[in-house]
């Protein structure tokens, strides 16, 4: 990992004023960065977290991951990834600022949903990596998915959330409905998409990955034998995987600028 700086605190600020908390893995190569977006309940200092921005640095990529609303060191109240999505745009917006000029979002179930919506709603995103997100919402024929609907829409939910797991959460629920991943996906294109799944996820079944494959046809889809869900079960071995497919898009993409620049 030459090259790679200890992690550094960073504060963001988003388009309808959350303060963020943030951290940030600088690595060797100037025009390389991702953005890592975390599972619900987990934050920037999740032990998974912190190996996964650190495999990804060791890729020569500088990684910012915040926590986001609700969650961790941050402001605000969580939604389940439907307002996440101005937490994706702050932390793009901070990286574009400091120059990069590749940025991919990378996210977790949560964060796999945040990045999804935020790309498919015509966020600036070089290219997408989604793991364990859910195609479509509402799901509840899984206990963990059960128990989350409690956590959000109980006030005991909340509260024991808040205490034990140290998110908050609002109660307010969704004025309308949101677009689902599935339904945005296919708007990534023709920028790289990539849909991780697990064959073992115990949130959210195969037809989510499916619906998520139905809607975005050109996107690149692994599906993972004996994978579980998340952060917890993506191995070193994946986020080796993982980390080529990111740097082979941006390799695609400088070659194409420099195409480009020949031909002008």
Known sequence: ??????????????????????????????????????????????AHIERICQALASHGMTVLAPDFRGHGRSQGLGTAGADEIHDVAAAVGWLRDAGFGFVAVLGWSMGGTAVLRYAGLGGDADAVVSVSAPGTWFERGTWPMRLVHWMFLSRTGRVTTRYLRRTRLSGAGWASVPEAPAEVAGAIAPRPLLIVHGDDDHYFPAHHVESLAAGAPAAEVWREPAMGHAEVATSAELLDRIGAWVRAAHERAAKVCDDERRDG
């Open 1 to 46: 990992m030459s090259g790679m700086s200890e992690p550094r605190d960073v504060e963001l600020c988003t388009s309808d004023g959350v303060r963020l908390a943030a951290r940030l893995w600088v690595s060797g190569d100037g025009d390389l960065a991702c953005f890592v977006g975390h599972g619900f309940t987990g934050s920037s200092r999740n």
